[in-house]
């Protein structure tokens, strides 16, 4: 409904020119908008099968970890996760998993949800992880190889540095040392 306003919407640049016209939504990237949607399903589907629940099970291990492993772990997991699915749809995902993790385990919910989202964002190694990652891919100078193989240090690194920064800076600034 909200599109429909852009074939409406006078655009101001010269007159009866609208924000939209037929020539313009053809030339769109629609596998674009049709990959995110896609990764918005695969995580509703996720949620309405039960695999949500599956995969909180395969995290009940961290229970009596130590910090030090919680955090890279639970990065980890949604960062493999959102190469499957958008980074938005893994965040969707994948927060509300991880604080009730955090609550069954006796952590405190951020200690696994920042970990989680920053890991979601780490979608560097398949197209389907990040709109950005689409657009580069579907130009077809970027193959599924160029990502994986300048992704995965980016990935390794990214996991690396969260792994020392919060058990730091986490518990000063989000206070993750107390139990909630």
Sequence with gaps: MMATLLFIIPSGKSDGEKLMDWGKCRRLQWHIVLLLGAGFAIADGFKASGLTDILAGWLGFLRGAPALAVAPVACA????????????????????????????????????????????????????????????????????????????????????????LLPTLGVAVFGMDQKV
């Design 77 to 164: 997991f949604s960062g493999l996760l959102t190469e499957f699915t958008s980074d938005d749809a893994t965040t969707t995902l994948v927060l509300p998993l991880l604080a009730e993790l955090g609550r069954t385990i006796g952590v405190h919910p951020l200690l696994l949800m920042v970990p989680g989202a920053v890991g979601a964002q780490l979608s560097y190694l398949l197209p389907t992880g990040s709109p950005g990652n689409s657009v580069g891919f579907s130009t077809g100078y970027v193959t599924i190889k160029d990502m994986v193989v300048t992704g995965m240090p980016i990935k390794i690194v990214g996991v690396a540095a969260l792994t020392v």
